[in-house]
Each structure stands twice: as C-alpha cells, then as structure tokens.
C-alpha cells in the first residue's frame, strides 16, 4: 500500500482558503504561496521515517513527464504522498529527448536508481477532457491524438536508449474525473476507473495482464498509484466536478523545480527549466493567466515564482553546501529575470495591471523548507 496524502488542498473543488484560513485573493498571493510551502514542509518532515519505509518496499525509482497544467497533480490523483515521484513539466509534456538538460537530468535519475539496484519509470504523460473537448490541453490544441503520437514516440526513444532499466508508461490523463489510463505495448489500456472496488492483488494482476513484460517488482510498485487513482476517480463520479472546476484557474506561474509545496490543485502553471523553449511556455502560461485575472470585479492576483532545490543528498555540489546554495539563488533569480521579461514584452496589459506579483525563492531538498530571496510586484 503506498504512502496516502494527507492534507490535500482541493482549489480546483471551488475551495480557495487555505490552511489556517490564508486566502489566495484577498490574504496576498506570495503569502499563500509561503504558508501553502509551510504546511508541505512540515508534512514532509513529518512524515520521513515513514517514506524511508515505503521506498525499502517499494524500491522502483519513478517520474512523470506532464504538462505544466496545474489540473494534473498526480499525487492528488493517485492518493500519494509528494515526494515519491520525481516531476518533469513542459507545454503539453512535450518533452524531447535530444534537449541537453533534460537529457541529462533523466540520465542522472537512471544512473541514481541503478546505483540501488532499482529500475526506474516513468509515466509520459498527456492530458484531455472526456467531458469537453475544448477543456482539454491547449499545448496540443485539444488533439489528444497528437498528443498519444508524441507520447508512443518518447517512451519508445526512451526504451530504446536505457533499455530494460527503464519502464516508460504512455499515460493520458482525464481530467474531468482524474482517471489516469496507462497504455500497454499491444494496444490494451488499464485505468483507474476500470478497477474501481477492485483489491490490491486484482490491480496487481490487470497490470501484469497489460503489460506482460514488466518486471514483477515494477509491477508491485506501480499498484499502489493505480489503486489511489480508482479511489480517487470513485470519489470524483460520485460528486462529479461542474465545468467551472474543469477549467484553467492558475494564478502563479512557476518555473524551476521543487513544486510540490503549490499543494493546491489549478492552482499554478509550472515549468521545469530542462525546457529550451522556456520563453514560449512562460508567455502562454502569463496570456491564460490574464484573461482570467480580467474577468469580474474581483482585484485577483498573480504571481511568478521562481525556485531552485539545493542541498540534496545526490547533487552535483552536494560536497560544497555554501556554493551549492549560491548556485541555486543565482538560477532562482535568472530565472525570475528572464520571466519577467518576456511578460513585460508579451503581455504588457497584465505587466501593468497592478496585479502581478514576484516571489524568487530557494528550497532545501531534504526538508523542503522554503528561503524566500525576494519578493513584490512587478514594476
């Protein structure tokens, strides 16, 4: 069984508080995005001993490759706690493997997973609506056929390139009930909804059904996401989401890494800065941001959130802490810099509205604790 999330907050529901009752809109958007990170780090720390327990089960090293949309939060949908899958996020998910940073960044997880004796997967992912298509992912344009093309297309680059080591997983997200649907290599799919009341074993024997040549331990590993998930799709059919809750309602756009502390569904656009085409995905993120910052009377806000971990236990500077640091508060602020160029190009209405906010921060990997650098609204 894996580790359950505790806490989740449900702003994609219609629920925009908070915990200890911190308002998105009214409270102060960087501020709810401090105590969103709070909450998250204690939870994280809280709960270690635990997740050291549950990686000695369950030893299969996992990541996603998703799109940056913040109505695709595997944790929330699979019912498992942050921090046991590694995340990747780009416009669309359209990764590719000839980009030099992201490239070697999945190297490097690769090579980590079998320095413990583990295999590694990873779920490509895409995202659509079942109930309506146009609420499905604009960096397809709404083609979730092109999109299931460039999915098949990496994971076979991917099997082709790190072998049986890695398990790469086509897998289109419905968000309009959350189902996750992993697609098996002869064309047959297994999905939370199809083994909803179904036990742990039976989940266990659908996967090793669809995907035949899995190796038995990955099998066991990927059970526990596939049961939260048939819970999770469960409790959505039985208190089905209205179109409003289907739509895009991200307020921040974040860029970097270390996001799992934006613990709020729809709630961020967020972006991985392996992504050569950064520029792109930050001024499509700010123009759906603006058109709904504009809607109503209500003076919501908007923030860019840069953020960088540092002090991991596997990094690459982990042997020098104080340069490590320094590095990570240099690429949070290129990055807030960069971004907030491209704004102020592309989206000068929004620039200039009084709306948008700045937050430049470092998290520490171990605890997940949040160091604000800087921090106001953009001028």
């Not at 890494?257 to 613990?263: K, P, S």
């Not at 810099?337 to 937050?359: D, K, V």
Request: net charge neutral; hydrophobic share 35%.
């Amino acid at each position: 069984m894996g580790m359950k999330e505790t806490g989740e907050l449900r702003g994609r529901d219609g629920l925009r508080e908070g915990p200890d009752g911190h308002d998105r809109e009214t409270g102060g958007i960087n501020e709810y995005v401090r105590v969103l990170y709070k909450r998250q780090s204690d939870l994280f720390q809280q709960d270690e001993a635990q997740r050291r327990r549950y990686f000695e089960r369950h030893p299969t090293f996992f990541a996603c490759l998703k799109c940056m949309d913040g109505r695709v939060e595997f944790p929330t949908m699979t019912k498992t706690a942050r921090g046991l899958v590694k995340p990747y996020r780009a416009v669309g998910g359209k990764f590719e493997l000839f980009w030099p940073a992201f490239q070697r960044s999945l190297a490097l997880w690769v090579k980590q997973a079998i320095m413990h004796d583990a295999h590694s997967c990873i779920f490509v992912s895409s995202h659509f609506c079942s109930f309506r298509r146009d609420l499905g992912c604009k960096g397809w344009d709404n083609d979730a056929e092109a999109a299931m093309c460039h999915m098949q297309k990496l994971s076979s680059q991917m099997t082709e390139d790190f072998g049986e080591q890695l398990v790469a997983i086509p897998t289109s997200v419905d968000t309009s009930c959350d189902n996750l649907i992993l697609h098996g290599p002869e064309g047959h799919v297994v999905s939370g909804d199809t083994l909803r009341g179904k036990d742990i074993d039976a989940i266990r024997d659908e996967i090793g059904l669809v995907f035949p040549t899995m190796p038995p331990q990955v099998v066991r590993d990927l059970t526990p996401f596939l049961l939260g998930n048939a819970e999770r799709v469960a409790e959505i059919k039985a208190n089905p989401r209205n179109v409003r809750e289907m739509e895009h309602d991200e307020r921040v756009i974040a860029l970097g890494e270390g996001f799992d502390g934006l613990a709020a569904e729809n709630f961020a656009f967020m972006n991985s800065d392996v992504n050569p085409n950064l520029d792109s995905a930050v001024v499509m993120a700010a123009k759906m941001i603006e058109r709904k910052v504009d809607v109503g009377m209500r003076r919501e806000q908007a923030t860019i959130f840069t953020n960088i971990f540092y002090g991991g236990r596997r990094g690459i500077l982990s042997s020098l802490p104080g340069m490590d640091k320094k590095c990570a508060v240099r690429r949070s602020r290129g990055l807030q810099e960069f971004a907030q160029m491209h704004i102020r190009e592309h989206c000068p209405e929004l620039w200039r509205s009084g709306r948008l906010h700045f937050l430049t921060g470092i998290t520490r990997e171990p605890t997940r604790e949040l160091e604000v650098i800087e921090e106001g609204k953009v001028s």
